[in-house]
Each structure stands twice: as C-alpha cells, then as structure tokens.
C-alpha cells in the first residue's frame, strides 16, 4: 500500500513538474524563445525635426558579422545610428552632434551618405527597449528625439508574424524592425519581420497601432 502511494506521489510530483514547464514556456516572450534565430532586432526608432532637418536614431542589437544568408551568427552586437536630413537650404556638413548614452558620453562625428542627401554615424551602444526620448546637443543647442506612439511592441509583433507565415523546415534568421510607412501617404509605424531562408524570404508587415497584417511577402532570394 505504502508503495502504491510513493508511486502516486511520484506521478503526481511529475505531472507538477511537466505542467509547470509547460506553463513557463508557454509564457516565454516570443523574442527570449527565438532569440538564437533573430539577426537583426531594432526596436527603438526616436524622432526630431525642425525646419532645418530631421534627425533619426534607431537603436537594437544585430549578428556578427552581418549578413543575410539564412543563418544566423552565434555573435551579437549592440547599435545605435544617428541619422540627420537636412532640409535643401541647409548646411549638413559641419553638424556637431553630443549625445549620452548608458552613461557614456560620445561626440559624434557625422558622414555623408555617397547617393542620398543624409549624414549618418553609429556606436556599438544600444537604448534601452523602453527609450521613449533621447536628449542630445545639436550644434550648441539641446534638442530631444521622441518615439512614435505605438502600442504592439517587437514581442507581441514576432508573435503576430509566427502566427501569418508557415514556417518551413531548415535553418532561417529572423529580421525584426520597428520602421516608419515611407510607401504611402498614410504613413504611420509599422513593425517589418523577415524569416530569411538560403533560398527565399517570408515576410511580414504588421501595423504598430493596432497590430493588423498589412502585408505578406514570400519572394526568392
């Protein structure tokens, strides 16, 4: 009899055991369950503009080396880009740019794009996820980039994208970007997701508002 219960009990405790499991994984975020296949994850996009340009700053964490080849590199690093626009009646090319950083100060050093009418530079530094505005000195002047308003966030916008696509067998890297409707005049934040395969990619555009599938692609590499 005190057999049989030791057996029960040690049933039971498994079943505990494996539910529990279940439940964590379950309630694993989508990004920490994937994150071995994700190369490219920005998510914060911070915004400034005036008369004379627009400054833009992404920020995320993205394989080392970078490439786009289905695999994903056992390497991370984290990123920030400054980029300014000038408008056409402004002088871009001698901009001074001071920022902080985690608590590190960096004075920036801007170069101008070979075809398009901008000045970028990077550091190895990322925001925090939640960055919703970044004060910076801008030629003597403080200015501060905010983050548009949107409500699904990298996490919940990955599990969208899981959800929309078939995803196929073999090895695939996952491109996760927070980015600015730049195709229509309804303009607008949406999230772009990418799984990226040897031979094609599957991708998803996911409105950042309300969290509707605007678009799927599927298209040779």
């Keep these: ?3 049989r219960i030791a057996i029960l009990i040690t049933v039971f405790c498994s079943i505990a055991v494996l539910a529990v499991i279940f ?3 379950c309630n694993t975020s989508s990004i920490k369950k994937n ?3 994700i190369s490219d994850y920005r998510y914060v996009a911070l915004r400034y ?3 004379g340009y627009t400054l833009n700053i992404i920020s995320g964490v993205r394989e080392t080396p970078y490439e786009l080849d289905g695999k994903c590199a056992d390497g991370k690093t984290e990123y920030t880009v400054f980029t300014v ?3 056409s009646d402004f002088d871009a090319s001698n ?3 001071h920022a902080a950083v985690k608590g590190t100060e960096y004075d920036l050093v801007l170069s101008r794009h070979p075809f398009k009418n901008s000045y970028s530079t990077e ?3 990322a925001l925090d996820e939640d960055t919703a505005e970044l004060t910076l000195t801008v030629n003597g002047e403080n200015v501060t980039a905010a983050a548009p308003i949107v409500e699904i966030d990298g996490d919940r916008a990955l599990a969208i994208a899981f959800d929309s696509v078939d995803i196929g067998k073999g090895e695939y890297e996952i491109y996760l970007r927070i980015s600015e409707n730049t195709v229509t005049a309804a303009g607008g934040w949406y999230w772009y997701v990418a799984f990226v395969y040897a031979d094609r990619t599957d991708s ?3 409105n950042a508002e309300s969290g509707e599938v605007a678009a799927i692609r599927s298209d040779p590499q």
Excluded: G
Aim: hydrophobic share 55%.
């Design 49 to 51: 503009a005036c008369d």
């Design 95 to 97: 901009m001074t740019l």
């Design 23 to 25: 439940f964590l994984f």
């Design 204 to 206: 998803v555009l996911i």
């Design 123 to 125: 550091i190895s530094t």
């Design 35 to 37: 994150y071995r296949n």
């Design 1 to 3: 009899m005190k057999k």
């Design 85 to 87: 626009i000038p408008a």
